[in-house]
């Protein structure tokens, strides 16, 4: 008997589904000049500094999942554009601190604004950004994501369900 999955994989459907993202997101951001990586870090940072926190170029790149040395290349690209302040940091002078200047402010709460419509338009068949369908797949996407790769199997039996005694 064989334990050949029947149609795609989970796998592939998650790369699928990251790739036409990543694309819908370059094409929305592309009037404002920005692309999907240039966007991470700039909502980021606007998200950041919202709430009163101020990264370091390796904390933000620690926050959003990307390689260092490519946050300090987006950042410098950034700066030279404009959007970006990079400074070195008071709490350790080998760190370099980064800030969105107000044109970064402005780009990024539009940048945010169209991100927002296309993630409402990618969650509508599931019932929209609030629906009890996308609060579980989110929920799904973020144990995946938290999960190490190197965990034992057993590591994640199912216990919601336990045999009667």
Known sequence: MSTAPKGPT???LVWRLSTKWRVAVDRALAPLGLTHAQYTLIASLHGVWRSGYHPSQ???????????????KLARALESSGLVRRTPDPADTRAVQLSLTPEGEEKARRAVAEVRTLLDRLLAPLGGLDAPRTEELTRE???LLETPLDAPPDAFEDTSTTPEE
């Open 10 to 12: 989970p796998g592939y």
């Open 58 to 72: 390796r904390q933000l790149a620690d926050h959003t999942g990307l390689e260092p040395l490519y946050v300090s």
């Open 141 to 143: 996407l973020r144990l």
